[in-house]
């Protein structure tokens, strides 16, 4: 099914599950006990870069051994080059495969939080007013958790599916080093080898003063490339300035980036997710929204959101300047001028053509532009009718009333890896967050505790149903 299609049938399928909004699916207490220790001792595990992720992975196979998981479906890893990198691969097993496995990824690895910056410490649990703190309480240990509690409920239940379950816990996401994922999609494809993947670092709900937003299916990603500007030049003394300085030629370039707006670009993904937005939009907002859920663009509707700066990342590719180096010595004109540029691109651009772009809006050929950090395109996941229809009725099933979309990340997940080799991808985060204060990779990170056992309720509901399609 291509993706227009696609769109189209999952239109059809989530109109039905709009229902009145009723509470949410909670776990057993038994299950809520053993999520919330689990949770608390994967957050007190420091998985930075540095770190790695090696005890963390060592700390969850504990867990799956104890819970009856044999030796024989817990594969434990290390990336050779990152021999503290760990990875962990868990296999449910069918009793007589009728299908394909699926897939879930999870990332352990967090970026770094400094102690002297937070308010609670950030390696460890902290409960504050319905609020849980920690590094990776987000992004997104919880989301590991929820999936680790459902395979070990799934095993205690003595669950047979049809098809073999596979969980990867995994390192690298955050760093852009030493990625699981991409290692084991080039040298361990037999492991991980699946129909399809969800994964929990992508689409999911939001809520803003309270109220529930719709939840994204994410079958669409934004792709990464960084590249970096440099000017040099012979330098000289400080106390005679030379009209030609690599530090203003880099910053009047940059200048001219900065200006620039890429051109509006929409896709059957983030056409269907301003359909849905535009429904919980008033007045002249929602009317834009509609506007730039169809084709032709409203070009005029496409700027007045654009003023708004997460919705123009939906409506285009962006460049931003992240970083800047420059000069060698205080009393020395500067030799050499330096700035990280890192694009976020619309699926449908690549990264030869924003390059050629960005050569063009610097305009001086004394700025050398080259690339840091390469893409990895991977082209969307197509949404099958059939699966939709199972993702539409387990999410309405735990969130009654809850509107379903399409949904493309403005960041980059490790979704980007199993769709460059054809496996279809799928972002189903369980657990919702606040709209209005995203604290991902920021200062006291945090989740409501209410809504990470909404999210461990709805892994095993989704886990279970994608493992009993033969029944």
């Known amino acids: 099914m291509d993706l227009r299609n696609g769109i189209a049938a999952l239109a059809l399928v989530l109109t039905a599950h709009q229902s009145h909004a009723e509470a949410a699916a909670l ?3 038994v299950e809520q006990v053993f999520a919330h220790d689990l949770l608390s001792e994967l957050i007190s595990i420091n998985t930075v870069h540095e770190q790695g992720t ?33 990875q962990l691969i868990v296999r449910l097993r069918a009793k007589s495969p009728k299908a394909k496995p699926v897939l879930w990824l999870g990332h352990l690895d967090v970026v770094e939080a400094k102690p002297e910056d937070w308010t609670v410490p950030p390696f460890k649990l902290t409960e504050r007013d319905g609020w849980w703190y920690g590094r990776g309480t987000q992004d997104m240990k919880s989301e590991d958790v929820a999936v680790a509690s459902a395979l070990i409920r799934l095993k205690h239940e003595g669950f047979k599916p049809d098809r073999d379950l596979i969980a990867a816990f995994t390192s690298g996401e955050e760093a852009g080093d030493g990625s699981g994922v991409e290692w084991l999609v080039k040298t ?68 001219r980036i900065a200006k620039f707006h890429f051109p509006v670009e929409t896709t059957p993904t983030t056409r269907g997710m301003f359909a849905v937005n535009a429904t919980q939009e008033t007045g002249q907002t929602a009317a834009d929204m509609l506007a730039v859920a169809k084709l032709p663009t409203d070009l005029d509707a496409a700027e007045r959101l654009s003023q708004t700066p997460r919705l123009a990342a939906r409506l285009r590719t962006t460049c931003v300047a992240t970083q800047i180096f420059g000069g060698h010595a205080e009393n ?10 890192q694009c976020r691109m619309i ?11 960005l050569e063009e809006i610097l ?20 949404p099958d009718a059939a699966l939709f229809k199972v993702f ?12 379903i979309m399409p949904h493309m990340d403005l960041g980059a997940s490790d979704s980007i890896y199993t769709r460059a080799v054809g496996i279809p991808s799928y972002g189903l985060s369980a657990i919702w967050t606040d709209a209005e204060d995203n604290r991902a990779h920021g200062r006291d990170e945090r989740i409501r505790e209410a809504y990470f056992y909404e999210g461990v309720e709805f892994s095993y509901r989704l ?9």
């Open 27 to 29: 776990p057993p207490p």
């Open 54 to 86: 090696l005890r963390a992975a060592q700390a969850l196979k504990a867990h799956f051994l104890a819970a009856g998981f044999p030796e024989s479906d817990l594969t434990l890893l290390a990336i050779p080059e990152h021999p503290n990198q760990g």
């Open 188 to 255: 361990k494809r037999d492991l991980i080898d699946a129909a399809f993947v969800i994964n929990p670092d992508a689409g999911g709900g939001a809520f803003k003063q309270g109220a529930r937003q719709a939840y994204g299916i994410q079958t669409s990603e934004k792709v990464y490339v960084t590249f970096q500007a440099e000017v040099t030049n012979r330098g000289g003394h400080s106390s005679i300035p030379e009209p030609d300085n690599a530090i203003y030629r880099l910053a009047e370039g940059l200048g």
């Open 332 to 341: 020395a004109l500067p030799q050499r001028a330096q700035a990280s540029i």
């Open 347 to 357: 699926p449908l651009d690549t990264e030869a053509g924003i390059k050629t772009k």
């Open 363 to 382: 305009a001086d050929p004394e700025i050398k532009l080259t690339v840091l950090s390469p893409s990895a395109p991977a082209p969307d996941s197509a």
């Open 392 to 403: 539409s009725k387990v999410i309405a099933q735990s969130w009654p009333g809850v509107k």
């Open 463 to 471: 886990m279970r149903t994608l493992g009993s399609i033969g029944k």
